[in-house]
């Protein structure tokens, strides 16, 4: 009984894997080639409020900060073409704004509090069956926006003005593109957690672009990339029975320090061999 | 001559603050125009609005190209500044410039064998065919004006805006980069953003100066008069054999 458990523990947390490394591969490429992570990181911490909320009302967390980290994110791509506040202090707001939103209402919620620390450092060994489904569909919603769209989407990340001369939908990819980094966050944030969500979202593609200057490629290779560490991780995590987030992002840092040595090698071999 | 573009007392603007004032002219067939002005003196919305990329707070914008109205797509050029790239973006030349052949209705299915030999073709014409796979953080200054100068004709606007194309760039470019421009302008009306209209101005047909105001002046030559009357403090160009030019001098500076 006790390996069956463990047997189908095992079974969700290798899918969570799986699915966050291609999610979180795709859609950090468009985070990293814009240079979003300030964003990502405000909604990533935003979404903490959803969760807060989520929790104070009964319904999933997880949901509830899916709907918050929407709003947020599309409020943020809305305003951002205004001028009248800076456009990072409006992010560092709402970045405090909803760790403070999600305290509050956990703390108001009477009787049993959830575990803090899992939402903060994720817990891949825990994900439920529900978590697995948004993180597969998610997954296959990227893998589809990322196919059939990839020119608008390369077009107007590189140069917003020019698609607009050329009638591109350059607010509409923007909202959408905007909404699936909100939910790649709260999604991933069930794997990781909140602190460490935004390292599976930038160091595969950190190590991806150290190879390659191409955005396709960069795709790719991040998923790959992911699915290394993701999968190293828990499966070292498993074994040394320590926190498995922390230990699946350590491995990807660690993953970028040994890629950086073998690109500098690749330079500076070769100058050494001539 | 055919009118391509008419302003209609166009004012227009960011949040509470008036960039330009007032602007009144239009743009015909084969015309090459020098706007003119000190920095932030509103040239960058003037063509904003132009390019429709902008909405004018005041008057309108009104176009009189094939299809006219919205239907503006492959008529008109742009080549943005380029400081407000990011250079570790990942892609190529060869997708630079084909983004200058995107339609909403070719975003969903591949480019066609004409696109990619009209892509090669528009290369080659700017001497850039060998930079083709290259990412555009590894070009130079005046590489990279090439990149966009491509991107920006790809599609044979009818019209050509240009933003600067004279900045991060030697001057053996900037010779060659107005050659271009005089030889594309059998083609198309050109509409051409500088700081510094000295040694072009041998090839513009007409200046406007932007200076919040906005006047149209019909003739490439100015006088040092003619400039403070269009409140435009601005460098000084003349007209000797060799075209040259003088710089007024400032004295707070």
């Known amino acids: 009984m006790n390996n069956l458990l463990e047997f189908g523990y095992l079974t969700n947390s290798l899918l969570a894997a799986v699915f966050a490394a291609i999610s979180c591969g795709l859609i950090g490429t468009y985070i990293v080639s814009r240079r979003m992570v300030f964003v990502s990181g405000g909604l990533t911490h935003a979404s903490f409020g959803g969760i807060g909320i989520g929790h104070f009302f009964g319904i999933n967390p997880i949901i509830g900060a899916a709907v918050f980290s929407v709003i947020a994110a599309l409020g943020i791509e809305k305003f951002s073409n205004r001028r009248l506040v800076r456009q990072d202090s409006v992010i560092a707001m709402l ?9 509050i209402f956990i703390y108001i919620t009477p009787g049993y509090s959830p575990n803090l620390m899992s939402y903060l450092f994720g817990s891949i060994l825990t994900v439920s069956s529900l978590d697995i489904w948004f993180l597969g569909i998610l997954s296959l919603v990227s893998i589809i926006v990322f196919s059939v769209m990839y020119k608008v989407i390369l077009y107007v990340s590189f140069d917003e003005d020019f698609a ?9 990819v923007k909202y959408l593109m905007i909404s699936l980094v909100a939910l790649a966050i709260v999604f991933n944030i069930r794997v990781v957690g909140i602190i460490l969500v935004l390292s599976l979202l930038t160091v595969p593609q950190s190590i991806a672009n150290l190879f390659t200057n191409k955005y396709q490629n960069i795709l790719i290779f991040s998923v790959l990339t992911g699915l290394v560490g993701t999968l190293s991780g828990l499966a070292a995590a498993w074994f040394l029975n320590i926190p498995s987030g922390a230990t699946i992002v350590f491995v990807l840092i660690l993953m970028f320090f040994l890629a950086s040595g073998v690109k500098w090698l690749q330079n500076h071999g070769k100058k050494a061999l001539i | 001559m055919q009118k391509l573009v008419e302003l209609k007392n166009v004012t227009a603007g960011y949040e509470n603050e008036i960039a330009i004032e007032n ?11 020098g706007i003119i002005g000190p920095n932030g003196g509103g040239k960058t919305t003037l063509l904003k609005v132009m390019l429709g990329l902008q909405r004018p707070w005041k008057g309108s914008v009104e176009y009189y190209l094939d299809g006219g109205g919205q239907n503006l797509i492959g008529q008109m050029g ?10 570790k973006f990942p892609v190529s030349v060869y997708e630079v410039v084909r983004s200058g052949l995107a339609t909403p209705k070719k975003l ?4 066609s064998k004409e696109d990619n030999t009209r892509i090669l073709e528009t290369l080659q014409d700017l001497g850039i065919s060998h930079l083709k796979e290259k990412s555009i953080g590894e070009l130079s200054g005046g590489q990279k004006q090439r990149v966009f100068l491509a991107r920006a004709i790809v599609s044979e606007p009818k019209l050509l805006f240009l933003d600067e194309p004279n900045t991060y760039v030697d001057n053996k470019f900037e010779a060659e980069l107005y050659e271009m421009l005089h030889y594309l302008n059998q083609r198309m009306a050109i509409v051409l953003v500088s700081h510094d209209l000295g040694t072009i101005s041998a090839y513009i047909k007409s200046i406007v100066c932007v200076n919040k105001s906005v006047h149209y002046h019909d003739s490439n030559t100015i006088s040092e008069e003619q400039l403070s009357v269009y409140n435009c403090p601005i460098q000084l160009i003349t007209h000797g054999t060799i075209p040259h030019t003088v710089l007024k001098s400032h004295s707070h500076e």
């Open chain 1, 164 to 172: 607009r001369t050329r009638n591109l939908p350059v607010q509409t």
């Open chain 2, 108 to 111: 969903f299915s591949r480019f």
């Open chain 2, 78 to 87: 742009y080549l943005p500044q380029i400081n407000k790239f990011d250079d």
């Open chain 2, 23 to 33: 602007a009144d002219f239009s743009v015909y067939e084969h015309d090459f125009i």
């Open chain 1, 95 to 103: 970045w405090s704004l909803g760790m403070a939103l999600g305290i």
